[in-house]
């Protein structure tokens, strides 16, 4: 699973016994660690330089606290107020490249035919 924040970017997989959640920067698994008490690994031979082990039912109470915070009207925006700029031109070049899964019917108003 790829989750976006407006504290950063992690990718969460099962490990058997939890999940490992796995970053590019390790600020971004800062808020997580602190919320669960868990140690941040420096991985610099692995696909993510960095991660963390912890629970499922952890994880899911960080996911939910990081819902109820939401307050912003455009998530970019905040990203590029909490994070800066250099965090938020790679995330947009991610939105952007999610075009290319957008149905071609998903910009017409439905009205074809009429």
């Known amino acids: 699973m790829w989750i976006f924040t407006t504290t950063g970017f992690v990718s969460a997989v099962a490990d058997g016994k939890g999940l490992v959640v796995r970053s590019r920067d390790r ?15 420096h991985t610099p031979t692995s696909d993510y330089p960095y991660r963390l082990t912890t629970s499922h039912e952890n994880f899911a109470k960080w996911m ?3 819902t109820h915070q939401i307050s912003y009207r455009n998530f970019k925006s905040e990203v590029a107020n909490v994070r800066g700029e250099s965090f938020a031109k790679p ?13 071609d019917s998903a910009r017409s108003d439905g009205r074809e035919g009429l």
């Open 27 to 41: 600020l971004s698994l800062v808020p997580l660690a602190t919320a669960c008490d868990a140690k941040i690994k």
């Open 64 to 66: 939910s606290e990081v």
């Open 91 to 103: 995330l947009l070049k991610v939105w952007w490249a999610m075009h290319d899964v957008e149905e």
